[in-house]
């Protein structure tokens, strides 16, 4: 297992999904790097979070209400849907953040930077930005489809009817769970928390489709196609997968358990803080598909035991999937693993 050490190693320990509770105690306990966290629906009312680092992380549909936000940083952060009614935002650093359908009624923007900021569907009056210190490139609206509303149970009566073509529909929050729907298309569609648990969705077409904060729990992803697909902290565990295209998918922060991750082919895909079996990276280089087509990742594994054959669960980081370069044997015959391609490499021998 590979050991991290010095600020980079302590920074790792921080990462991952966190409520809104533990920020606020780590932050009284002196911590001020967040970056790369993941808060989703948590409260965060009147806290004091005075010069904290939230770069790079998910936060989204969370309360900031009355918050005391001065001197943080958000760039490149996920601010979506939450709502910062009366926060302090002096000197904050809202450079590239998505403040998409955000609330920020009342709040104080006085010397903060706001460039190449997503402020579309915000409630905000454009006056508070006269405090700002930088305004520049802001983006007010967004080319969103026009996708018409469909029901789970209006969805399978016309799948048995014989249709197949469901793209670019909105079905946010629809129980799926249990249907047979191979070969349904689903492209470029908003599925936002829906449940696929125990669908067999064998050559079915998920391509730039939003399943974020979905389930596929048990699924049955045979051919099933999901290219560019945004999965962020869906659950995926237990599924089965046998040629299953997740190219450049979004994958972070998902449940990974019980996959064999070399039946898919997931060049290009993000799996940066999702939780897999520790024996995970095991099964992707026994997969043939992995020896013969090169799928495999460049990422390191961090938690759980020294031994690929332990039982336990572990967490993916920095985790862009790129092309191996070496799978051989290692000395005592078991299979050792190096990454290629760019970022941090990690050996692994059994």
Request: proline share 0%; hydrophobic share 35%.
């Amino acid at each position: 297992m590979v050991k991290e050490s010095g600020a980079a190693g302590q920074a790792d320990e921080f990462k991952g999904m966190k409520t809104a509770d533990e920020v606020i105690e780590l932050y009284k306990l002196g911590r001020r790097d967040f970056r790369f966290v993941a808060v989703v629906t948590s409260n965060f009312n009147g806290a004091d979070l005075t010069g904290a680092d939230f770069s790079h992380s998910t936060i989204f549909l969370c309360n900031f209400n009355n918050c005391n936000l001065s001197s943080c940083k958000f760039e490149h952060s996920d601010l979506s849907d939450c709502t910062f009614v009366n926060a302090e935002f002096y000197n904050a650093d809202l450079t590239s953040t998505n403040m998409y359908g955000s609330n920020l009624m009342g709040a104080k923007l006085g010397s903060a930077i706001f460039v190449k900021t997503i402020l579309a569907g915000c409630k905000i009056e454009k006056e508070q930005l006269d405090e700002a210190a930088e305004v520049e490139d802001i983006v007010w609206e967004v080319d969103k489809k026009q996708r018409t509303k469909m029901s789970a149970s209006d969805i399978y009566a016309e799948y048995k009817n014989g249709r197949k073509d469901f793209s670019n529909i909105d079905a946010q929050a629809q129980d799926f769970s249990g249907m047979i729907l191979k070969g349904i298309i689903f492209k470029g569609s908003n599925l936002h928390a829906a449940d696929f648990a125990n669908v067999d969705l064998t050559d079915a077409d998920f391509s730039e489709c939003d399943i974020t904060t979905c389930s596929f729990k048990s699924a049955t992803l045979k051919r099933t196609n999901f290219f560019r697909s945004n999965f962020f902290w869906s659950t995926l565990n237990g599924a089965y997968l046998e040629k299953t295209n997740m190219r450049n998918s979004n994958l972070t922060w998902c449940d990974l358990r019980g996959l064999d991750l070399g039946q898919a082919d997931t060049i290009g895909a993000d799996i940066s803080g999702s939780r897999v079996d520790e024996t995970a990276p095991m099964m992707a280089i026994q997969s043939e598909s992995v020896r013969e087509s090169g799928i495999l990742g460049d990422y390191r594994v961090k938690g759980g035991e020294e031994s690929f054959g332990a039982i336990g669960s572990t967490y993916i980081s920095q985790g862009v999937l790129s092309q191996h370069t070496t799978l051989g044997l290692g000395e005592s015959g078991g299979t050792t693993y190096k990454s290629g391609g760019s970022g941090e490499k990690a050996y692994r021998k059994r």
